[in-house]
């Protein structure tokens, strides 16, 4: 196999070396079924409450507020319809640009008569504009839900979730935040943030895929989206994904003793790597706000448009380097991206989204670069 250049890693990460070594005796010989009160079964509950502990100490939650899923998708699916089933709220305040998890899930609801559905206006880099949502809240009458993502997967930009939170708590409205892209990447401090719901998944940051994190204020009750056993206290029917949620845990250890090492040492990729586009290629221009309050992960990178780079990402992926042209999760059905559409609708570029992780090299960069140049 030829080595391969791997630039999206927002879509997904490797597997941390050490992250499976804490797996591996859950995937051999520690398989019991942590529901069973005989010593396998024991086991099997003390790993997973001592991932919830590490889980909440690490995002300064209480372990109670932290509820193991099957990834980000189904997180942010239970916060948005448990805040309309549960918690009364009649209209929903989002974003065009959120992930299909959100963006689906909302519109699923107010299809079916359940909620009402407004969509924040947008700046031309991609920020939400904070004034609208106050604008917004304020001349609602009915409760609503708040659902805005941290950071764009997509273009990186990221919001101040403090801010956001405490124009949510002086209207009395639900907040949600959809942190997949920043748990793991970034500090956080859940007793002092002003939120009701997070979301995480820890393929996301070099752990297993399948397994994720919905953290619920401990002031918030609401019933359960999936039925059928009492696991994760009432809230999640089903076996515990055991070895994926030890996973989890040690990749979010891993991923915070290292964090201002990684997170300097994958920004310096990043800013190579757009120094080098725009000094080797001409007519680039990057979406959303890269050198702002940003994703050290992500760079979007516009390419203008000719015969050549109409098929770059087929070209790349021929040349073994892995890219995205928007979202990972849509990149098989060539629909574009909603997000690039929202906020750069230029039928004269094309888009590449490429994302960066502790693994990569300036080296790489440079391979990709020329490559870049031979095809564009």
């Known amino acids: 196999m030829p080595n391969r250049i791997y630039f999206d890693n927002a879509a997904t990460t490797c597997l941390d070396p050490q992250v499976l070594e804490a797996m591996m005796p859950y995937l051999t010989s520690c398989y019991g079924n942590p529901s069973s009160i005989y010593s396998y079964g024991r086991e099997s509950r003390l790993a997973v409450e001592n991932a919830r502990k590490t889980v909440a100490k690490i995002l300064n939650a209480h372990p109670a507020e932290i509820f193991f899923t099957s990834g980000g998708t189904e997180s942010s699916n239970t916060a948005i319809t448990a805040a309309v089933r549960d918690l009364g709220c009649k209209r929903i305040i989002t974003s065009p640009i959120e992930h299909h998890a959100t963006l689906h899930t909302v519109k699923y609801l107010f299809n079916k008569g359940e909620v009402d559905l407004s969509y924040l206006k947008i700046s031309p880099t991609g920020d939400i504009d904070l004034n609208d949502l106050e604008h917004l809240l304020a001349e609602s009458k009915e409760n609503c839900l708040v659902t805005l993502m941290h950071a764009n997967n997509e273009i990186g ?117 757009m120094e080098q586009v725009k000094k080797n290629i001409t007519g680039v221009s990057f979406n959303g706000d890269p050198l702002g309050n940003s994703l050290y992960t992500v760079l979007s990178v516009n390419f203008l448009k000719t015969e050549k780079s109409d098929m770059l990402l087929f070209n790349l992926d021929i040349n073994n380097i892995c890219a995205s042209g928007g979202s990972a999760c849509t990149s098989g059905a060539d629909v574009g991206s909603h997000v690039i559409r929202e906020i750069n609708n230029n039928p004269d570029q094309v888009t590449v989204r490429f994302s960066f992780s502790k693994n990569n090299t300036k080296e790489e960069v440079d391979t990709v670069v020329e490559k870049l140049r031979e095809m564009i």
Do not use: W
Not at 183 to 205: C, E, Q, W, Y
Not at 224 to 230: I, K, L, Q, V
């Open 157 to 273: 930009n990221m919001v101040d979730i403090h801010a956001l939170g405490e124009i949510c708590r002086k209207y009395n409205a639900v907040f949600h935040s959809d942190t997949v892209q920043t748990v793991g990447h970034f500090p956080f401090d859940l007793r002092n943030t002003p939120v009701h719901f997070i979301t995480g998944s820890a393929h996301k940051f070099h752990g297993p895929k399948g397994v994720g994190l919905l953290y619920i204020n401990e002031n918030v009750k609401i019933k359960p989206f999936m039925h059928g056993g009492s696991q994760e206290r009432n809230m999640r029917a089903g076996t515990e994904n055991l070895y994926g949620i030890v996973g989890f845990a040690k990749a979010l250890e891993t991923a915070t003793t290292n964090y201002e090492k990684d997170a300097s040492y994958i920004k310096s990729i990043k800013l190579y790597m």
